[in-house]
C-alpha cells in the first residue's frame, strides 16, 4: 500500500506525535524505529509491514545520527570506535534481514514481530 502523497492535517499531527514518540524512545532507551515506528505506521496509518519498516528505517537514519551526536557530543555516552565496528557487521545483516522479509508473508512478518516484543516485554519484567 502507497501511502498518500496529500497528508492532510490529522495524518501530519499523527506523524509528528509518532517521530516524536520515537525520538524519545531513541534518547532514553537506544530504540525507537522497531518498538515505536513500525506499529504505529501500520495502526494508525494501515501501512504494511514492509512499508512500516522500510519507512522507518529511512527516520532513523536521522534520528539515530543526531541522538548519538548528542548523546557523545554532549554527555560523553558514546564509544564511536565501538559504534563503527558495530556498523561493520550490521549492514550485512540489514542487507540479509531485508532479503529475508521480502520472501515470507507479511503474516509471518506480523506475527514474528509480535513474538519478538512480546520477549523482550517478559525480559524486561522478569530478568
Not at 38 to 62: D, M, N, Q
Not at 85 to 92: G, K, M, N, Y
Not at 100 to 105: A, E, L
Amino acid at each position: 500500500m502507497a501511502p498518500d502523497p496529500a497528508l492532510p492535517s490529522h495524518r501530519l499531527l499523527k506523524l509528528a506525535t509518532i517521530g516524536t514518540l520515537a525520538g524519545i524512545f531513541s534518547g532514553l532507551f537506544g530504540v525507537g524505529g522497531g518498538t515505536i515506528i513500525v506499529p504505529l505506521l501500520i495502526f494508525w496509518f494501515a501501512y504494511g509491514e514492509r512499508l512500516a519498516t522500510g519507512t522507518s528505517l529511512a527516520a532513523i537514519v536521522l534520528i539515530g545520527l543526531l541522538g548519538a551526536l548528542a548523546q557523545g557530543g554532549i554527555y560523553g555516552n558514546v564509544h564511536f570506535l565501538t559504534g563503527l565496528w558495530l556498523s561493520i557487521p550490521a549492514v550485512a545483516g540489514v542487507v540479509a534481514g531485508t532479503a529475508i522479509q521480502q520472501r515470507i508473508p507479511q503474516r509471518a512478518i506480523s506475527l514474528l514481530f509480535a513474538a519478538l516484543l512480546v520477549a523482550i516485554a517478559i525480559e524486561l519484567i522478569f530478568f
